[in-house]
């Protein structure tokens, strides 16, 4: 049984620390169990797959000190009827949808501009500084304009992020009118610099999720399981219990 959802080390060394780094695993867990599940006819049995699903992220659980899914009392080789298994299915489901809302800043990679990038930006702020020269503005606010592309360039020098470049930007709209920013192409330049770190941050994320597409197609049928989270029974809640909708089928 311990065949059916094996996780490598270097998938467990490749893991973010504290919850986004459970969400990741129970993310790995559940491809495993699809991959799986698709050797299944219809009226097979598929207990031991899902009980193995269920073995690792509980114990998961246990480890990163889940809230919610570490106080459940689950027994490795206890009976579990389909009622109580879907319940514990739509549990892990429900708080690792709020664990997901909860870790996506610290999911997603740090985007690096790097100096080709940075020089195409530099190349737009001078062709926006060339664009104020020759516009017909006052010359006070052809200055309060280069002050603020100034700014620009110092950020470039330093490590830029969309967020302080978008916002100098924008600054540059409470200097001049929507006319004035149509003749110096402000809206076009505002896009240009987005498109710029819109690539950089889906390269990051690219990065920091690249070990996933090749480990999840990984075939572990010869490997065997040797070491793993453990996984024990939990005392019995003493709080509330939380009510859940037992009509819809096991999300797998």
């Known amino acids: 049984m311990f065949d059916y959802i094996y996780i490598s080390d270097e998938e467990l060394d490749a893991l973010l620390p504290g919850l986004a780094g459970f969400v990741a695993y ?22 031991e797959p899902r009980n193995s699903y269920l ?18 009392e689950f027994e490795i080789n206890g009976h579990h009827d389909e009622m109580s298994m879907r319940r514990l299915f739509q549990m892990i489901d429900r708080e690792v949808t709020k664990l997901r809302l909860q870790t996506i800043r610290d999911r997603k ?19 926006l500084r060339q ?26 020098k330093g490590k830029p992020t969309l967020q302080a470049t978008m916002v100098v930007i924008a600054s540059i709209f409470t200097a001049i009118n929507q006319g004035q920013a149509a003749i110096i192409k402000l809206p076009e330049t505002i896009s240009a610099i987005a498109e710029i770190f819109g690539h950089a941050q ?3 994320d690219t990065k920091a999720l690249e070990y996933k597409p090749q480990k999840l197609i990984e075939d572990h049928s010869e490997d065997s399981y040797e070491h793993g989270f453990s996984t024990k029974p939990k005392p019995k809640p003493t709080g509330p219990k939380e009510s859940y909708d037992l009509n819809d089928d096991i999300p797998f």
Request: charge should be negative; charged fraction near 35%.
């Open 26 to 47: 129970e993310a790995i867990c559940r491809e495993r169990l699809k991959e799986a599940l698709r050797g299944y006819g219809q009226n097979d049995d598929d207990t």
């Open 55 to 72: 073995t690792k992220v509980f114990s998961a659980a246990e480890h990163y000190n889940v809230p919610a899914l570490n106080e459940v």
């Open 109 to 127: 990679g740090t985007a690096v501009i790097e100096p080709p990038q940075v020089a195409k930006i530099e190349h737009l702020i001078s062709q």
């Open 131 to 156: 664009r104020v020269a020759d516009s017909d503005m006052e010359d006070r606010t052809k200055e309060k304009v280069n002050k603020k592309l100034d700014e620009l360039l110092a950020i470039m």
């Open 202 to 204: 889906e390269d990051a």
